[in-house]
T-cell receptor, first 115, second 112 residues
Framework: DTGVSQNPRHKITKRGQNVTFRCDPISEHNRLYWYRQTLGQGPEFLTY????????KSRLLSDRFSAERPKGSFSTLEIQRTEQGDSAMYLCASSPAGLAYNEQFFGPGTRLTVL | QKEVEQNSGPLSVPEGAIASLNCTYS??????FFWYRQYSGKSPELIMS????GDKEDGRFTAQLNKASQYVSLLIRDSQPSDSATYLCAVNSGGGADGLTFGKGTHLIIQP
């Protein structure tokens, strides 16, 4: 049984470039979440998918951010025109279908550094 | 605005003692509560979940919930140096599949 996987694990980019991250959830989980975490803070919710439908987006998710989950399996998070303030750990979590209490299991994260 | 508050610490506890971590939340409608452990540079790891008032025990860990006081706690018995980490309290307000609201975490140090 494999856990949530994320790629790449680290990304260094220059300001203004676009970046894309990938998340593969636990295979039987139909719910997928994206969070962002900066140093000294807890994870902050960005967006959530149930199967391929994006059901919730945080106010933190500006127009430069877009997420997809086209076949209800893996998901991508794209950041366009990156800014230094986007530097953070981007975390993906998944949760099994039908679980009323929403236990979420995190992947290892993608650490983004914007120079 | 949903808020989850934790004392950032550091909380220093001698090895073998009980570590007590506390969390308060603002949304009275919150229904699910979680404790995650996060080692430096790693992602959060789910260690406890609790949904009903009272205590829930799992090995050396006990989670306590008091919805009337909007208070959640985590007790770690027989603390080990490997328990040294940041402990994040998370709350699910929607009762369904909503994103979690996290506190900033409490940094726990177990002194050998």
């Amino acid at each position: 049984d494999t856990g949530v996987s994320q790629n790449p694990r680290h990304k260094i980019t220059k300001r203004g470039q676009n970046v894309t991250f990938r998340c593969d959830p636990i295979s039987e989980h139909n719910r997928l979440y994206w969070y962002r975490q900066t140093l000294g803070q807890g994870p902050e919710f960005l967006t959530y998918f149930q199967n391929e439908a994006q059901l919730e987006k945080s106010r933190l998710l500006s127009d430069r951010f877009s997420a997809e989950r086209p076949k209800g399996s893996f998901s991508t998070l794209e950041i366009q025109r990156t800014e230094q303030g986007d530097s953070a750990m981007y975390l993906c979590a998944s949760s099994p279908a039908g679980l009323a209490y929403n236990e979420q299991f995190f992947g290892p994260g993608t650490r983004l550094t914007v120079l | 605005q949903k808020e989850v508050e934790q004392n950032s610490g550091p909380l220093s506890v001698p090895e073998g003692a009980i570590a007590s971590l506390n969390c308060t939340y603002s949304d009275r409608g919150s229904q699910s509560f979680f404790w995650y452990r996060q080692y430096s540079g790693k992602s959060p790891e789910l260690i406890m979940s609790i949904y009903s008032n009272g205590d829930k025990e799992d090995g050396r860990f006990t989670a306590q919930l008091n919805k009337a006081s909007q208070y959640v706690s985590l007790l770690i018995r027989d603390s080990q140096p490997s328990d040294s980490a940041t402990y994040l309290c998370a709350v699910n307000s929607g009762g369904g599949a909503d994103g979690l609201t996290f506190g900033k975490g409490t940094h726990l140090i177990i002194q050998p």
